[in-house]
Every structure is written in structure tokens, then in C-alpha cells.
């Protein structure tokens, strides 16, 4: 009877054996990465093998993308496939970064393995343009108050913003990806995320600094650190709910390595576009003029600075 | 002049007879003429058509180029659901726009200030690559418009953002103050408004349905980059 099931089954288990290395795939299903394909796989075919439940999803989500497997990098239809969301799935998948939960993955509830570069692209460009337009609107406004401040556009201040977004959203995801892809031997239960994953998990974190950027226009600098000190919470509590789950079988040791590094990287970020993109305004509109204080840290306004100072 | 041949008719009534059996029946005499002349016209007309673009002066082939691109510009202020913009695109309009823009928009050459407003160089590479950006944007979602056409329409569109770069520049002549600058931000916004719905009447119907704000954002936010670097240019 057996041999007459197989037999039976041969025709349709043709393509899923290219996936199943083994018969009984029951002890060896973790997520394997291979080089053509971006997603992660599940390995084991069917209902037959004992599925563990949490893995259930991913399994079908296998089965879907064996389709997409068979563009080659060099095809247009290759890209496609990484933009492949609707505006209902983005606008979840932002959702989901604005409020970290503990339990809730990001990358297997709102990414469902099935990763895109929409936006982790669009995201980094709108930040990109938002930090240069509103930090040249806390100048006009600060010229406003005071008009011995020389007001100019500003213009180099988009490349800067420009190059310092992409560099972060996708230099940063790829040693984080190579490191955890290095440590990958120690963890037993779950696989790393692959680097598009991880790109994403990146890109959509950095959306909660837009509003945070914008709401920077607002001149009291109490309020400007407790709204950076917000945005910076909420996205680096992002991350680390998603990394945790792949970071905890590793040695105490890396994880909280790995884990402070990030959290040090995105306060760098943040603090740093602070500084560079909103300047501090000068002390005397702070305080009474006749108090003499210690200079801005921001050298580009030297030459007004000793006018001002004068008065 | 066919002479049929003659069947014999059939040999019994029991058998149906077939199609169109009574043609064989039918005999072509001679004094039945069959003749005339087959000419195709097509033939005459392409070669004229080739020549015609050859030996036209060169008035001619410019001012039918010209006359083709301010079409287009009537097409752009009064956005109806044409398909002019689609079907015959053309870069020239994107291109006399964007150099008109970036010519506007360039800081002068005796402005040595490291944080001035966008070199020539800048504002050309910001509207390309912008363009070819959310070209590649939209393909990749899936929409059907070709590339170029898809180029052509998001060129044309920036034709209100450079009425309003030239309003911007005479309204600056006058004194500065806040009116001046109420004036100006006004008027970007309406023009900003212009471009944005003249582009989707174009090029939202060539998306998926269920993506189309995915394809419309970057146009947005395209336009209010160009928008920005208007607003806050001075002279």
C-alpha cells in the first residue's frame, strides 16, 4: 500500500522534493536561506511531517513563493517582486512600527515574510526631505525674531540628509544582518531574518521620526528633547522586540551587545540630526540679552553671532 | 476570363448537395469584361509623407515641434481625461521646463556662500532623477504606462510650478515683508495644488486600483521638493 501511495503522490511531490532534502523533515525544519531566493523558507512539504504551529504559516507562505523563485536577478521582474504590496499592507505595516508591542514580531506579523522595499525607499526619502525643509523653516522663523540672523536656503543640507538616511537604513541592516548570519551557528530554534527583512525592519522604524522632525518646528527646547526623547522609545523599542527573539538563544554576552549597539546607533541618529538640522537658537532669545552664555555648538553662524552678542 | 468546367449535375437527389454548388454552373463569356487597375493606395501616401519631412524648411519641422509642445501646455492648464499627453509624448517640453526652472533657480555666480540655494546642476539632477525615480516607482508596482510616457507627463506637469517660479521673481522685485512672502506662498501652494491634480488625472488610471496612493505619494512628494526650493529662493 505504501508503495503504491508513493507512487500515487510521485508526480505532485515532483516540485516540492526540490525543498525537502529529506523524508522526515520533522527535526530539521529551520528557515534555510537559499542564494536565488530573499525569503525564508520553511523546509517540508505538506501536512504529513507534523507541522509545529508556528511554523505553519511561514510553510504555506513556502509554497507560494516557489513561484517566485525563478527570475534571476538581472530581470525587471525580479524587482518587482519586492513591491509587490498594496497601500492597505504598507499602511499596516506602518501601524505596526509606530506601536511595539512585546510579544508581537513585526517581522512575522506584519511583514509575514514577505518583505518589500517600498517603504524602507519612500520612508527614507520623505525623512530625507522633511529634515531638510523644516530645518530650514526654524531658521526663517528664528530670522523671524531676530533679523540680524542671515537667512539662506540652505541647499547642501538636503544632500547631507540624503546621504546620512540611506547610509543608516541600509549600512546598518547589513552588518546587523552579516553579524547575526556570523552568529547563526549558536541559535538552534529560529533562523536569522533575511536582509531584506531586515532592511525593513529598519526602514519602517524610522518613520516615527517624521512626525517627530516636524513637530521640531516648535522652538521650546524642553519639548523638542521629550519628543525626540518619544520618537527615539518607540522606534528602538521596535527594534529590539523584533531582534529579541533571534538574539536570545545567543550568549548573554552578544545579545546585550548586540542589542545596546542598536539602541546606540539610533540615538546617535536622532541626537545628531538634532544637532546638525536644528540648530539650538542663540541663547539671547532664550534669555534676557545681558546674560553672556556659552556659544552654540553649531559653528554656522559665526559671523552674526558677535553682532548679536553686541547689543 | 475563367471558364468553368462543367459538372455534371449530381446523379442522384438523394445526396445533399454542397455549398455554393451552383457556382461551378456558371460560365464567364468573353464579352463580359473583367479588368482594371489595382493600385494600392498606401504607397503613394508613405512616400510623400517621407519627402515631406525631408524638403520642409526648417521653419517648418520647429514651429510643428513648438506647436506640438504648446498643445501640450494647454493640455497640462486644463486637465481633462485626454489621452494627447499619452500618446505622443515627447521629452523637448520636460526639457525647456526643467533648464527654464534650473536657470531661475541657480544661485548667481557672485554668491560664493557654502549654504545658498541649489546649483543649476542640482535642481536638473533633482527633477531627472526624480522623474526617472517615480517612473521606475510606478512600473514596479505594476502599472501599465510606458516609461517615457510616463517621463513626458510628470515633465509637462511642472509647467504651473514654473509660472509660479516667474510670478515668485517679479513679486520679490517689490519690497520685502511678510505680504510679499504671504503672496508668494500662496501662490506656490495654488500652483503646487495645479500640478498635482493635473499629474493623476494622467497617470492614476494606470495603476492597479488598490495601489494607487502607493504611486501618487512620490509624485507629491516630487512636486513639493520643487515647490520648497521656489518658496524659499531669494534673489
Not at chain 1, 509545529?52 to 513556502?62: P, R, T
Request: include cysteine; charged fraction near 15%.
Amino acid at each position: 500500500m505504501a508503495a503504491a501511495d508513493e507512487l500515487a503522490f510521485h508526480e505532485f511531490e515532483e516540485a516540492t522534493n526540490l525543498l525537502a532534502q529529506t523524508p522526515d523533515a520533522t527535526t530539521t525544519r529551520s528557515d534555510q536561506l537559499t542564494p536565488q531566493r530573499h525569503v525564508a523558507v520553511a523546509v517540508g512539504s505538506g501536512g504529513s511531517y507534523g507541522a509545529e504551529d508556528d511554523l505553519e504559516e511561514s510553510d504555506k507562505a513556502a509554497l507560494l513563493q516557489e513561484e517566485k523563485q525563478q527570475p534571476g536577478f538581472w530581470t525587471f521582474g525580479y524587482y518587482q517582486s519586492f513591491f509587490d504590496v498594496d497601500t492597505s499592507q504598507v499602511l499596516d505595516r506602518i501601524k505596526g512600527s509606530l506601536l511595539p508591542r512585546p510579544g508581537h514580531n513585526f517581522v512575522r506579523h506584519h511583514l509575514r515574510n514577505r518583505p518589500d522595499l517600498y517603504g524602507p525607499f519612500w520612508i527614507c526619502a520623505t525623512l530625507a526631505f522633511v529634515l531638510a525643509v523644516t530645518g530650514n523653516l526654524t531658521l526663517v522663523l528664528a530670522q523671524r525674531r531676530d533679523p540680524s540672523i542671515h537667512y539662506s536656503p540652505q541647499f547642501h543640507k538636503v544632500t547631507v540628509a540624503g546621504i546620512t538616511i540611506y547610509c543608516y537604513a541600509w549600512l546598518v541592516p547589513l552588518a546587523l544582518w552579516g553579524f547575526l548570519q556570523w552568529r547563526k551557528g549558536v541559535r538552534e530554534r529560529m533562523g536569522p531574518y533575511t536582509f531584506l527583512e531586515t532592511v525593513c525592519i529598519y526602514g519602517y522604524s524610522l518613520f516615527v521620526f517624521i512626525p517627530t522632525v516636524v513637530l521640531w518646528l516648535i522652538p521650546i527646547p524642553w519639548l523638542q528633547w521629550l519628543f525626540g526623547a518619544l520618537a527615539l522609545a518607540l522606534s528602538a523599542a521596535g527594534l529590539v522586540f523584533t531582534l529579541w527573539p533571534v538574539v536570545r538563544e545567543d550568549t548573554r554576552l552578544a545579545a546585550a551587545v548586540l542589542l545596546s549597539a542598536v539602541v546606540l546607533l539610533h540615538a546617535l541618529l536622532a541626537v545628531g540630526c538634532k544637532f546638525y538640522f536644528f540648530q539650538p537658537l542663540p541663547p539671547e532669545l532664550l534669555e534676557p540679552p545681558h546674560q553672556a552664555t556659552a556659544q552654540p555648538p553649531n559653528t554656522l553662524l559665526p559671523p552674526t553671532l558677535p553682532k548679536s552678542m553686541a547689543t | 476570363m475563367a471558364e468553368a468546367a462543367e459538372s455534371p449535375g449530381d446523379p442522384g437527389t438523394a445526396t445533399p448537395r454542397p455549398l455554393f454548388a451552383g457556382l461551378s454552373d456558371i460560365s464567364i463569356s468573353q464579352d463580359i469584361p473583367v479588368e482594371g487597375e489595382i493600385t494600392i493606395p498606401m504607397r503613394s501616401r508613405i512616400r510623400e509623407f517621407d519627402s515631406s519631412t525631408l524638403n520642409e524648411s526648417v521653419q517648418n519641422t520647429i514651429m510643428r515641434d513648438l506647436k506640438a509642445v504648446g498643445k501640450k501646455f494647454m493640455h497640462v492648464l486644463y486637465p481633462r481625461k485626454s489621452n494627447t499627453l499619452l500618446r505622443d509624448w515627447d521629452l523637448w517640453g520636460p526639457l525647456i521646463l526643467c533648464v527654464t526652472l534650473a536657470l531661475m533657480l541657480q544661485r548667481g555666480s557672485v554668491d560664493s556662500e557654502k549654504d545658498g540655494g541649489p546649483q543649476f546642476a542640482e535642481v536638473f539632477v533633482i527633477v531627472w532623477f526624480g522623474a526617472v525615480t517615480i517612473t521606475l516607482n510606478s512600473k514596479l508596482l505594476g502599472g501599465n504606462i510606458s516609461f517615457f510616457q510616463s517621463l513626458c507627463v510628470l515633465g509637462y506637469c511642472i509647467l504651473p510650478l514654473t509660472v509660479a517660479m516667474l510670478v515668485c521673481r517679479l513679486v520679490l522685485l517689490a519690497e520685502q515683508g511678510p505680504i510679499n512672502f504671504m503672496v508668494r506662498l500662496f501662490v506656490v501652494i495654488l500652483m503646487f495644488a495645479w500640478s498635482i491634480v493635473a499629474s493623476t488625472a494622467f497617470l492614476a488610471d494606470s495603476q492597479p486600483p488598490n495601489r494607487k496612493a502607493l504611486a501618487v505619494y512620490p509624485v507629491f512628494l516630487f512636486y513639493f521638493v520643487i515647490s520648497w526650493m521656489i518658496l524659499t529662493f531669494t534673489p
